[in-house]
Every structure is written in C-alpha cells, then in structure tokens.
C-alpha cells in the first residue's frame, strides 16, 4: 500500500510539472469554480463539509486534490484532441504464437500456399479474441494498441506482406489489410485515451530524475 501511495505521488508530481509543456495551467480561480459546483450539487454547505469529513479530507486538502483532478483531465483532453477528427488507421490481422520456431513455421505455410491465413489463426494463434475471426484486429490508430513493436510493424509494413514481430506474449505474424485515413469509432476512444496517457506519462518518468528518500 505504501507503494503505491508512493507510485500515485510522483505520477501526480510528474503530471503537475509536465502539464505546461502540453499547454494546460490551471488556475485558482479553475478550481473555485469545480469546488463552487460540487456545493451547489452537494444541496447544501453543511453537506458539502460533511462529505469531506466522511472522506477524511481538510478543505484545503479537497482543494489540492481538485487542483491535481482537473491538471490530470487537462492533459488527458488535451492529449485525446488530435484523434477526435480523421486519423491514419490500418486494418490488420495476426497469428500469436509462443516461439520464433513456430512463427516461422506458420510464415512457411503461407508462403507454400497450403492454408490460408484464417484457417492458420484458428489452429495457431493464441489471441482467443481474434482467433475465430481469422486474426483480425481490426482497424486501429497509432497509440491504440498496448504494444508500439506491433502497432509500428503494421505501420510501417507494405500491405499485403506478412512478417513476425515479438512482444511480451510471443511472437505475432502480421499482415497489414488496409490504411485508410478515418474518423475513430467513440467506443474506441476510452483504450486510446488512457494508452495516449500512459505513454505521455512514462515519457515525463523518462525525462525526470526522480529520488525517493522515504524508507518503511
């Protein structure tokens, strides 16, 4: 637990500083405004203070915490703005495999022409999620999928040729389908907010000297 109250201040901290680089100040009078509506929905000023004694918070406590909520919105929004209109996408499909082995051996197949690609998904892959639809993953943008070693791949190979790249969970052989340049489905938006997130916030850990002097 002291983790990971610990991991929670430095990210807040690492997201506080990073935040004017991606154009996001929030001011007194920001937070004023957020604080005046919760009274206003909380129905009554005692209720508002006894909401914040049942959740253990100070009034300048809640402040803070309001101030740190509405920063990490900021940059959250502010990040997602670019993937509101059309974006490049592409349409690809994969067989997941444990080994390098086992990779090549399904690329030999396709190669030889015996199976096709579906029929090989349904025998090999792994991805229980794709498996049955012959591999595909469907359309994505970039910062969409968890791991940029495949998101990239699919970029960047020509369509319609077929490699392997690896990943934590094995060894992916990847045929890009299509690119198209379209408006992302809001469903989809969620994952790619917090993915876009997160790798804007292990880029502010990566630029960052962080020293931790607390012991337990």
Known sequence: ?????????????????????????????????????????????????DSLALNGYTE??????????????????????????????????????????????VLDRLESGSDGFATLAAEYSLDVTTADVGGNLGWFARNELFYRSLEDAAFNLELGSVSYVSTPLGFHVLEPLARETRAIEPNRLTTLSENVFN????????????????QW
């Open 60 to 105: 300048d406590q809640w402040y803070a915490a309001q101030r740190n909520v509405l920063v990490t919105l900021g940059v959250r929004n502010i990040l997602l703005e670019p993937y509101l209109g059309e974006v490049e996408q592409v349409n690809a499909r994969h067989i997941l495999v444990r080994t390098e082995d086992e990779a090549n051996n």
């Open 199 to 214: 790798r804007w916030l292990d880029e502010q850990y990566q630029n960052a000297n962080v020293e931790v002097y607390i």
């Open 1 to 49: 637990l002291a983790e990971q109250v610990l991991t929670e201040l430095i990210e807040q901290e690492l997201i506080n500083q990073g935040a004017p680089s991606v154009g996001i100040t929030i001011t007194d009078a920001d937070v004023d405004t957020e604080i005046a509506e919760q009274r206003t929905i909380a129905g009554s000023e005692q209720a508002w203070r």
